[in-house]
């Protein structure tokens, strides 16, 4: 970390800010200049939030040369991670595809698409039994009972699930019915969740905010690691900005900065990035050409009549299309998509 | 709502969609043109995801013409809402500062900060016992033993206390020691959370998320009083933009736009908005200029020592500096600022 | 068009906007509903300003049905525009790439850049001669200087060339010199270049502006084909977005989008969108993945010592290995790039 | 400026960029710590592309302790600069409103406008003669009819013209017609057009580009002092953000930051900020009191009737109105607005 004081800063000043330092048992290297100071500082920077030292009057820049995470830094794991999501790797060679509806709607919606988009080369079942929705009035998602319906379809089809954690309470039911627990967008930051889900054995599905860096991201998953579980999947979802022609903008550029600085797998969401059904396919090829270990995509048996989500799910056999070409894709980079 | 079909869609299309709104209970307008057809839709349309009609490949573009919000609309509520905060009202013509340290330290720093801010004019104590930190390894809040600090210095000094719940599982303690239950910025969509708070007769402040428009605001706002507490006060603390001079934006236009949309008192938090002491006398004067109720100042006796925020904390003088300034402006609207 | 009164609007305030669209030529098809009235505006729209409409205080909501785009749009012209380049076809089933240093700095840079990208498989040669910078102090490019290298250049090895016009009086020299005129990110909306571009027969680069909807841009094209010249291709080049882990946030969506509404070629511009040439690999990979046409790749043989943008410059060993990727990424795709 | 070597960079590529730097005419202050070597570099750096040092693979970050703009820097100049306008000063302690149509339509309706606005207390007229439009379809100004339009008004009035230049080649007809140059947003890096304003002698009115951040607005304003013209005004009309309640976010806090950082005189356009004309009164109140010199706000005889930007017109009557309130908020503040 490295501090520049402002021009003709009073040597009282530098000594305040070097006894403050000093105490918090840092050690400094300084460099004084024609016109001002600066205090290279040296330690563990990491537990220090570097814009506490903006209350000194006497700074004028904090510069921070560390990363400010550390258990899901590369530099400190070289080899990429992979994660077991039930008996499927995410993270090798391998791409891996998870498919389902939104929403569990009914038994037998769950049970007809598990089928489709298994056959069709999904190998992770998604479908949500608790709903984030912008509306007080809009379906909420069928709670205890869709997570009794997500556990059915996994003994039948012999296939691991993800679904959504909405609330802490909730996590006893969700250790039983699913392989693999997703944090969602609007939860990214929600630490006090966050801060339980290190502490159990289960993967996680950590999806970006909305609105949030990918070092806000990172910071989000050390939470996870740092409370001592260390099977977390990165998910881009798309991010907010000014444009609208699509439900959100795919930050496909998250994927090779991801690459560069954690050693955990990434994967993609087209349908929330794109919102359209008729965009998918194109980012889908995007997302696996940029190096993405895996997609989670939204697939429906009748999109039109979906509770929630419909206008950016597919249809099964679109679906089983939309492998075929990822495929290819995969080949093209020496992957695979089995 | 209005639905313009693509042109050229095929009638039995058009009819598909019909039977499908009619049996939503929906009825329908419709208007045949020589390229496209339109159907109005009329019936509560509120608890109606109209995304979901993109499903329909024969549609080109849904477009809303209500409000999805009810509760917190003005329309249906024409005067201003007054929350009554342990004694002191807010969304009145009285306009009430709302100030103290970013987190509670320990109870000698709570009891001095609290006597200053009275002395200079606030009417309501801030204070944070549990603190949503971007890094695991930051300084978290003291929890329970901050909200007892908080409860004393509320029984010492007479003053209404606000602080943020992060988690619902520390409700009780919540409800025993504060006047007023702050939701965080990044808890704005934590639905889980907004449907208990929604339970509770305490008053709640709502913060804007750092990437939610003001739509999507006033639907968590909606949350609140669909569950039965209809006493929630809006608070904007600025908007994450490309824009890095300042910590965050501070989205001023919002104060007009949710006096036309909604009958809520609103207030700004100008500390979280630019993130540096210096600027927050600006802002605190346009806040009360543009028409906001009140306003919640972060302050600490020694901010280069303060555990977190220390850099966008006013010292107790100068804050007693900005509520006398903030009186002439809000004098100069014909409101008070007693 | 679609415009909702406000509930409970006089009759009157409804016959004084009705007049006014029939003065402009419109015809209205209106829908009196239990609680507020509709018109549906019949006519060329594109041409009026929907927003002029807010001006009356009776209106509520206007809404638009049709796109503001003619010319330009894919509902008028459905097959795919192909622009020849000099010989070289961009918009077709074979992708190209466009490569070469950020800034002309001189002929033997120029040269030697020029064979070096040609023998890896580019086919058409980029060099700014005139360079738009932040900041006044830095290189502003060799202006005539620039040109006449690169004019040099195309006649050496016969390979076209395009470069950035900034200012409409240096037209004349352009039109000799270059095969394709560069509109760079910040004239997108330099609305008087735009005219004259229209007016002369010559290809057109256009990139997207830094903080432009993609309806935005589409719209600066329409000024360039309503003027006559109907040769332009869209680059899009990264948006400005709050992440800052790249230089830009590369829109990857904007290919789909663009493949649907517009009949113009769409190449993409990863150097610019990430600024680190590290990423750049994986970005051309998912632009050609995600449908787009071609590539505009910066390339310097050093680097280290370019006058501009070396860090987001690839070496030419490098670009050689990247266009050997890119091509098996588009036969994956049923497409070439000889 | 300062760069942070990777960890295990080697000697030699060390040496590399010293020797570069040292060529370059920097000195070079080198710090070894136990990971990683820091050079702190001394000179002047303003005419130096920090960014191009990542082009050395051995790089890992390199940050800037000053900034980049020296002839707008309050640090070189403590003073406030006043710009005189056709006898109007702006920068002082008294608060300048400009007002005026968004377009000149006729020598009637500049005529009435100029009257209704001088008499409510405008000090300066505007009005487009050239207007950039999103639309090559919409009405583009009366070009120079407009301008000798205006130049009538100022005579017939004896009040100040600003108006906004689009194309170079108009020039000499501005120099003759008007008080102050407009550079509009779209126009804010439109580099050959700002080379060529500070050249003149007359004032520069260089309003904030629509995702412009507040450093890349002050280079803007470098370009034309660096010419050699002083007399450059600041006016923040609205930023993109995600927020689509407003036309554009207006960056209050561009007020305290730019008068920290900027000898520079700071207006405000709460029209194109807000787009709608109810959102004026607050915005313009929030203006001044958050420090602003001055308002140009858009006022036309009929809004509904206007060739553009009607919605966020005022009415003359409404104007006169704003006007005695934003003197209430002036007083409140010790300045004037006379």
Not at 49 to 77: G, H, I
Not at 283 to 300: F, M, P, Q, R, Y
Request: hydrophobic share 40%; glycine share 8%.
């Amino acid at each position: 970390m490295i501090v520049k004081f402002k021009e003709s800063t009073e040597k009282k000043d530098i000594e305040l800010l070097r006894k403050h330092l000093i105490d918090l048992g840092f050690a400094i290297h300084e460099s004084v200049g024609q016109t001002y100071t600066i205090f290279g500082i040296v330690g563990d920077t990491t537990k220090f939030d570097m814009n506490s030292l903006y209350a000194f009057p006497s700074v004028d820049t904090v510069l921070r040369v560390q990363e400010p995470f550390k258990k899901v830094n590369r530099k400190f794991k070289l080899t990429d991670t992979i994660v077991d999501i039930g008996g499927v790797p995410i993270g090798g060679k391998n791409i891996v595809m998870i498919a389902g509806p939104c929403a569990v709607e009914s038994r037998e919606q769950v049970d007809l698409t598990t089928g489709l988009i298994q056959a069709a080369g999904a190998k992770i079942l998604r479908a949500g039994a608790y709903k984030p929705r912008t509306s007080p009035y809009s379906f909420q998602g069928l709670g205890p009972e869709g997570l009794g319906i997500l556990k059915d379809a996994r003994a039948k089809y012999g296939i691991p699930v993800v679904s959504e954690l909405m609330s802490i309470e909730d996590l006893p039911l969700f250790l039983d019915a699913v392989d693999m627990i997703q944090v969602g967008a609007r939860n990214m930051q929600n630490f006090s969740l966050l801060k339980e889900l290190g502490k159990i054995d289960k993967p996680i599905l950590l999806k970006r905010g909305l609105a949030n860096t990918i070092e806000e991201w990172l910071m989000s998953a050390e939470y996870i690691l740092a409370g001592g579980n260390e099977r977390v999947i990165l998910c881009e979802r798309g991010i907010r900005t000014f444009e609208t022609a699509t439900r959100n903008t795919l930050d496909i550029s998250a994927v090779p900065v991801l690459k560069k600085l954690t050693h955990l797998p990434v994967i993609i969401d087209p349908s929330h990035a794109s919102g359209r059904w008729e965009y998918i396919e194109s980012l889908s090829k995007a997302a696996i050409a940029a190096g993405a270990d895996g997609l989670i995509v939204e697939v429906h048996p009748e999109p039109e009549f979906a509770l929630s989500d419909g206008q950016q799910s597919l249809k099964p056999e679109r679906f089983a299309d939309l492998v075929v070409k990822c495929r290819r894709i995969a080949e093209a980079i020496d992957r695979t998509l089995d």
